[in-house]
C-alpha cells in the first residue's frame, strides 16, 4: 500500500481580502524508503501542503475545495478528530523549522519528550516496549526509558543526564536533534520535516541531514522533506517536487529532475545557486520570469 | 589598504555573581588581523557565534575592543573623537542581515532611505528638494522605482526591503560597505538577484565590501579573498579560489565538506549506496 498518496489537492485560505486558493491541484505519492525533497520559494506553498498531510490547517480560514490525502488508505481529510490525534505523533511525525520556538522554555527536554511518548503509549503500548493493560507507573518508567534512548539516537551525549535540562541550555543544533527525537518516540511511518535544517550552521545541518538519512535506512519510513535549499535535497532526498504558486511544476527522482530539468522554471532555480564554476556577474536570478504551467 | 585590523581582541566579562564577584569572561575575538584593499571583495566566513558580527561591530566602534587596533585609511578608528568618528561613519556604511527587522515600519520609504542624508547634512548638506531627488535617484540604482517612494516597508518582499537597506546604506556615498548576511534571508533566486545588485553596484560606484556570510557558495561567487573564523580565531586567510580549492587547516575543509552540493551525484550518502 501507498504510504502517502495526495490526489489532487485543492487548498483555499481565507483573509481580509476574501478567498484565495492557495494549492492547485497537487498530486505527490510516496512510499516506504523514499525521501521526497519538496523545494520552492517563498509562498510557494510547500509547508501547506506538509501541514495538510497532518491536518493541522484550521478550517476556517482554511477550506479544502476538492483532493484527498490518503494516508496507508485512509482518507486524512475524512478523518475524526480522534483519529487525527491518534495518527499524529504516533504515524505522522512532524519536525518545523525554528528548534527554538517550537520547545516549551519552561519545561524540562525529558517532561516534553515523555509527554509525547506517553501519548503514542497510551494509543499503542507497543511502542514504550509494553502489551496491552500496562499499569500507569509502568508506562511512566518506559516512556522515560524510551526518551533517553531516543536523545541517545540522535547524538545528544551524556542523554541520561541531559534529559533533565531546560531547552535554552542545549545549543540550536542540538534543540534541532531534540525535535526530531520527540518526531520519532511514536515511531512513525511518515515522517514530515519542514525546513528542519534552515535555522542551522552547515556543519551542524549535514549531521542532521545524515541522521535522517539514517533513520530511513534503518526504519524504511518515508519523508516529506520540505526546503528551499536545492543543496540538501540534492544531498538527502531520492526523489525531489518542484512547487512554483501552489503547483507541482515538475517531480521525479532527484537524478532526473536536478540533472535533466524538463521545466524551465526548475533550470531557473539551478541557476540562480552559485557553483564553483559561476564567474561573478554570471548568476541568473529569476526576475520577471513566469513558469509554464502545464492545466 | 583601506581597513586595516590588527591583533584585535574582545573579552565580554562574564555574568555578575554575588555582589563582588564576575563570571568566567568570554573572548568573542582573539587575536585577529586582517587587511582589506580598496575595491575589493573580502569575505568573512564563520558558523554562529563565530564572532563575524563582534567584528563588524568593533569596525563600526561600537564595542569598545580589548585589545588591537582598527586603522581606516590610516586613522585608528578606536581613537577618533566624536566628530571624526561621525564624519567617518558617512564613509563607513552597513547592510544588515534582516531585511524585515532593519527597516522602521513607520517610515515611508523616502524618509528611510533619507535619514542618513539627515544625520549627514554637514557632510552630504542637500536641501529637503534635493534629497527628495538622491532618495529617487538611489531607488533607481537598487532597482525600484519611483512609485515606491512613498509607501511602508510592509508592502514589499524580503528582496525588495533589503535593496531598500542597500539604497539607505549607499544614500551618503560612502566608500567602504559592510554587508553583514545580506542574502540569508531571502529565497535563492531573490538571492542572486540581490547579488548581481551588489556586484553591479561595486564596478560602478567603486566600493570595497566587507562580506559576512555562512554560506561559502555565496563568498566564493562574489568576494575576491575570503578569511575563515572559528570561534573568535582566524582559522586561514587568502584568495578565495587559494582557500577553497585547497584549503590547509581542517577546520575549512570541514565546513567546505559540509556545504550541501547542488549536484546530486556528488551526495555522500548516495556514494555509500553505490560503494
Redesign the interface.
Known sequence: MTLLDIKNLNLAMTSYEGETQILHGIDLKIERGEIWGMVGETGSGKSLTGLSVSRLIPSPPGRYLAGSIEFQGRDVLKATDKDMRALRGRHIGMIFQDPTTNLNPAFRIGTQLVDVALHAGSADPSVLGLVKGASRSELKKAARRVAVDMLDKVGIPKATERIDDYPHQFSGGMRQRVLIAMAMIGKPDLLIADEPTTALDVSVQAQILRLIHDLVQERNIGVLLITHNLGVVAQVSSHVAVMYRGRILEAGPVGDVLKRPKNSYTQALLNSVPTTHTKRGELKGLNGLVPEVSA | MTLDIQNVSKTFSGPRQGFFGRGESFSALDGVSLSIKKGASFGLVG??GSGKTTLTRCVLRLETLSAGSILYDGADIHKLTPLQMRRLRSRLQIVFQDPYASLDPRMTVHDIVAEPLVIHSDVVNLNAHQRTERVLELLLQVGLRSEHLFRYPHEFS?GQRQRIGIARALAVRPEFLILDEPTSAL???????V??LL??LQQELGLTYFFIS?D???I???CDDVAVIYRGKLVEQGPVADI?DNPQSDYTR??L?????????????RKVEVG
Request: proline share 11%.
Open positions: 558558523e554562529s524580503g529565497d535563492v533566486s531573490v538571492q542572486a538577484d547579488l548581481n556586484h553591479r555562512h561559502l557558495g555565496v566564493r561567487y562574489i577553497f570541514m565546513l565538506n559540509a556545504m550541501p552540493d547542488p549536484d546530486p551525484d556528488l551526495s555522500p550518502f
